[in-house]
Nanobody, 126 residues
Framework: QVQLVESGGGLVQAGASLRLSCAAS????????MGWFRQAPGKEREFVAA????????YYADSVKGRFTISRDNARNSVYLQMNSLKPEDTAVYYC???????????????????WGQGTQVTVSS
């Protein structure tokens, strides 16, 4: 069982930066691929970024590539999402997720993940 708790969301102006954190419980954190997803009102949950279990391989949605960076610290059981050059269209609830995923091809789909955090709101004003 893995419990995930996100933090770091907030209200910022366009062009600003935020860093989201996700703290995980459990002793086998490094065995899980970690993903960040987001969901805006009236829209489906969408993939943002993911990172492999031992830090190998990072993957991004085209909409955030070059602006967002995912990283993890297995010693701290944590995963991070550094978000730069934020845009109003980045406004959403951001969720972190954990899954024992054998291939990066599984990273992009929410239903492939086993555990989810409660989400943190990110609001970007224009």
């Amino acid at each position: 069982q893995v419990q995930l708790v996100e933090s770091g969301g907030g209200l910022v102006q366009a062009g600003a930066s935020l860093r989201l954190s996700c703290a995980a419980s459990g002793r086998t954190f490094s065995s899980y691929a970690m993903g960040w997803f987001r969901q805006a009102p009236g829209k489906e949950r969408e993939f943002v970024a993911a990172i492999g279990g031992s830090g190998g391989g990072t993957y991004y949605a085209d909409s955030v590539k070059g602006r967002f960076t995912i990283s993890r610290d297995n010693a701290r059981n944590s995963v991070y999402l550094q978000m730069n050059s934020l845009k109003p269209e980045d406004t959403a609830v951001y969720y972190c997720a954990a899954g024992r995923l054998r291939s990066f091809s599984y990273y992009y789909t929410p239903r492939n993940y086993d555990y989810w955090g409660q989400g943190t709101q990110v609001t970007v004003s224009s």
